[in-house]
């Protein structure tokens, strides 16, 4: 088999340093024990948003694109519904919407690990090897930091892998103060103008919540700064944090290396203690190595995040093939345990989304990607019209367990808005203290997705306006999925978020969800505010769905534009 330039100078970077072999990771997978097979009818399983046929699996890791493949690798139980006996599961695809799955990358194998894989990233090295950085457990139950790189890079499906024996690269000591049970999730590095690699580990000092950052001149050989790039009191334990560049002044995206002056930093934390992914804007210095978040941007659970629902350790990728920033994340169950191991599987990849900074810089925006309307078919528009107060319009023939909606409304008469009260400030609660059913004067308006003939079960998702300080206007989008389900078992959590939309300068309000059986994601303004529904209708389940646009607010609505197309599957093995 030939051996390729890149390979023979990382074979030399690994001799360079005392390597003798490397051990494959690809051999105790054969003897592992696999689950039995799910129930045959799966009204729940999604057709378009990744998941594997069966078992759990929860972070995405290491996404990448080598060779003209884009590859997902991800935390999976080999055995079971719930968390354990976690590997990284691997699956290639040409276009980031069908997925051929291949023999998991990384299990345990080794000392460092043998107690768990867990999550971490990959590392494009400036010749085009991919190295992967990761969390192991192990035998004192440490979570210590690993690598591992491809056997062979020749085969752009990188289907094995081996482990360096230098293993673990970082590992708590007493000498460098870190907590032994809080220590992972090492994200991509990047490469500093000095030439040293730089990268962060996830942590927690009390509940201080921490971004450790470290330093290697040659991949292997990592020091402990003196100081992280970033803390925060009171958010606790940092888990899957990811550090990038963003463009100004365009939706472009740039390899996580690039600085300049025509760039932001972004810094996004998991935060354990609430399951919320958070993000930050702001300024990274270089010659100090530390990141300042911009005036006005807020650390923790109240400030920006990625997705205000059912949306967790997410992990972004620079895809030097169409120059974006993609966006990957965990969604994880709403449902029962009891309920996850009778369907035989649980958690689902939302779907990729491309990421940019927003015009004022203030704040993201996400996109799905392009590549998923390539599965839309039967298209129906609704003409524009008024929609009064108080009505519900059916979206007929589309899909609607398995479909594509956007909408736009037109605002007029924003002096008859309901004011804000000043003590309205979370807006999570205030979506849930005013849902669905409960009329307003603009709003409740949107969609009402997943919903039964007799409307027993709908998730809603909708805008309300509020007029609020100094006359300005507050627009709030809500996700309400207190009706979502007559299974009082499942988690139907309300959702919300502030959109910063001026509807006085924009006039219109747009929204879109992708709807997939037991998924509804959706995005306001054009992707300023995400929120991802995870439900579980027992009576709007296949072709027993149907589809809404509603207002039942007091005031007049104008439907602008609607545009519904029924998804067909995507082909994910």
Request: glycine residues 8%; contains cysteine.
């Amino acid at each position: 088999m030939a051996i390729s330039p890149a390979w023979l100078v990382f074979c030399f970077l690994f001799l360079n340093h005392g390597v003798v072999e490397l051990e494959a990771s690809h051999q105790v997978y054969r003897d592992l024990k696999l689950s039995s097979s799910p129930p045959e009818h799966q009204p729940y399983r999604t057709s378009f948003h990744f998941q594997p046929p069966k078992n759990w699996i929860n972070d995405p890791n290491g996404p990448m694109i080598y060779r003209g493949l884009y590859h997902l690798l991800y935390q999976y139980n080999t055995k079971g519904a719930i968390w354990g006996n976690i590997v990284w599961a691997h699956s290639t695809s040409t276009d980031l919407v069908n997925w051929t799955p291949h023999e998991p990358a990384i299990y345990p194998s080794q000392t460092s690990d043998i107690n768990g894989c867990w999550s971490g990233s990959t590392t494009i090295l400036p010749w085009g090897t991919p190295v992967i950085l990761y969390t192991g457990i192990d035998p004192q139950n440490r979570q210590v930091q690993n690598m591992a790189v491809p056997k062979n890079l020749s085969d752009p499906y990188l289907r094995e892998w081996v482990k360096s024996p230098k293993n673990p690269l970082m590992a708590p000591t007493a000498a460098n103060q870190i907590n032994a049970s809080s220590f992972r999730d090492p994200t991509t590095a990047w490469l500093g103008p000095d030439g040293s690699w730089r990268l962060l580990v996830g942590s927690k000092r009390y509940s201080r919540g921490v971004a450790i950052l470290y330093r290697s001149k040659d991949f292997f050989h990592w020091v402990k700064s003196q100081h992280p790039l970033h803390s925060a009191k009171g958010t606790g334990m940092w888990e899957c944090p990811d550090f990038f560049p963003v463009l100004i002044n365009s939706k472009l995206g740039v390899d996580t290396s690039t600085m300049g002056t025509d760039v932001k930093y972004v810094l996004k934390l998991s935060l354990d203690d609430t399951k919320h992914d958070y993000y930050t804007v702001g300024t990274y210095n270089i010659n100090k190595d530390i990141y300042i978040p911009d005036k006005g941007q807020v650390d923790g659970d109240s400030g920006l995040r990625y997705d205000y629902g059912k949306f967790y350790a997410s992990k972004t990728f620079f895809d030097s093939a169409k120059n974006r920033r993609i966006l990957w994340g965990w969604i994880n169950e709403s449902s029962s345990v009891n309920d996850d191991i009778k369907k035989g599987w649980a958690g689902v990849q939302a779907i990729p989304r491309a990421l940019w900074l927003d015009v004022s810089q203030k704040q993201l925006v996400q996109w799905p990607i392009r590549e998923i309307e390539k599965l839309r078919g039967n298209e129906v528009h609704l003409p524009k019209q008024v929609l009064k107060g108080g009505l519900a319009l059916e979206v007929s023939g589309v899909t609607a367990s398995q479909a594509d909606v956007e909408v736009s409304f037109g605002i007029s008469e924003l002096e008859k808005a309901e004011v804000l009260d000043p003590s309205w400030k979370n807006p999570q609660v205030l979506c849930s203290k005013k849902g669905a059913l409960v009329d307003g004067s603009l709003g409740p308006f949107g969609v009402l997705a997943l919903a039964s003939k007799g409307m027993q079960e709908y998730t809603a998702v909708f805008f309300r306006i509020f007029k609020g300080h100094a006359d300005k206007y507050v627009v709030l989008m809500c996700s309400d999925q207190s009706r979502s389900s007559l299974n009082n078992n499942n988690d139907k959590t309300t959702y919300g978020a502030f959109l910063n939309v001026d509807p006085v300068r924009k006039k219109v309000l747009s929204l879109r969800s992708l709807i997939d059986h037991s998924i509804v994601e959706s995005f306001g303004g054009e992707g300023k505010v995400c929120i991802t529904a995870r439900v579980y209708p027992t009576l709007a389940i296949d072709d027993k769905a149907h589809l809404h646009v509603f207002n039942y607010g007091t005031q007049n609505v104008q439907i602008t534009g609607l545009s519904a197309w029924s998804m067909k599957k995507a082909r994910i093995y």
